[in-house]
């Protein structure tokens, strides 16, 4: 199979419980032929200085369904996530670029089209759910705790693969000071596991050209085991 993660209606939620989860939204946007850059960008205002403020500790729902191919997993959300409601929302965030470069979207989405991922079998969660202004202002224990709350949700809802995107956070939350960047040995409640960069534009290690790069790479490996 060649071209992006094949599109496909999202399944419908699982029943009993998911932590922090929503369903699939709609159907997808544009297919093969549509431009590269984020159609919505633009069409909202940015949040005032106020809202940002008022976001902190907030929580953001996940995008979610059963048997999705692969389950980004980020650190937790910043203030403009929290604020706009959408994952790696931020201006800078290199998410929704790596997401394209790498082939797993055939446009690069906006954030505000993140319910268009499950048609992609694509999913987004947290490691911790509570929003701050930086990453670094998270405790090791809310990382192990999350880390927790994370195999129960992949036990949940069964994707093929789990993305955590940060190596930091997951050697915290994992109790794997070791890990580096890219396959891990131990699967996470029966998925396959891969580690990430972190795509935030503070992260001055990786150029938009490398951070493509490695999710093109597990790009390759969820392809290969289709």
Not at 21 to 26: F, I, K, L, T, V
Not at 82 to 111: D, I, S
Not at 212 to 218: D, I, K, M, N, S
């Amino acid at each position: 199979m060649t071209g992006p993660t094949r599109r496909r209606a999202g399944p419908g939620p699982a029943s009993g419980p998911g932590p922090g989860s929503r369903p699939a939204g709609g159907e997808p946007g544009a297919g093969s032929g549509a431009p590269a850059r984020p159609p919505a960008a633009g069409r909202h205002p940015r949040p005032t200085r106020e809202e940002l403020a008022a976001a902190a500790d907030r929580t953001l729902p996940d995008v979610i369904a059963p048997g999705l191919d692969v389950l980004f997993v980020g650190i937790n959300p910043g203030l403009w996530s929290a604020a706009t409601g959408w994952h790696f929302a931020r201006p800078g965030n290199r998410f929704w670029p790596a997401l394209h470069r790498g082939g797993f979207t055939p446009r690069q989405l906006h954030p505000s089209e993140q319910d268009e991922l499950p048609g992609y079998g694509l999913g987004v969660t947290n490691m911790v759910a509570r929003a701050s202004a930086r990453a670094d202002e998270l405790s090791a224990a809310e990382l192990v705790d999350g880390a927790t709350v994370l195999t129960a949700k992949v036990s949940h809802y069964r994707p093929r693969w789990v993305a955590v995107v940060g190596v930091t956070a997951y050697r915290i939350g994992f109790a794997r000071p070791k890990a580096t960047f890219g396959p891990q040995p131990q699967p996470l409640a029966g998925a396959r596991l891969w580690v990430l960069p972190n795509p935030s534009g503070l992260n001055a290690h990786f150029t938009p050209d490398t951070l493509g790069a490695a999710f093109a790479e597990l790009r390759a490996a969820v392809r290969a085991t289709e």
